[in-house]
């Protein structure tokens, strides 16, 4: 089964060293990285915001036990957004490659 993974990063250089990593190490197929996501979240009692980074990664679900350390490892938030979600079906060329480019 292949995943989608949602992590946001302080800002866009820690998410270009996390997302060179991920596709270097074959954790993933792809990475796309959108600057400048406005965030409101629940931390340490209270609302907060950031502007911050988001990486949308495709995956294999096999891998993600992996990819989650290894994002966990270089990531600068206590408490990193790492959550994935099914692809349940795409393209099956691209779905393909995606397998074939990861290990």
Known sequence: M???????????????????????????ACVNIMENVHSLFWWQGRVDEAYEALLIV????????????KVKSLHSYEVPEIIALPIIAGNREYLQWLNESTR
């Not at 495709?58 to 350390?69: E, N, Y």
């Open 2 to 28: 292949n995943v989608v993974i949602f992590v946001t990063t302080a800002n866009k250089k820690e998410a270009e060293k996390i997302a060179s990593s991920l596709v270097k190490e074959k954790l993933a």
């Open 58 to 69: 495709k995956t294999r679900k096999a891998l993600l036990s992996k990819l989650i350390k």
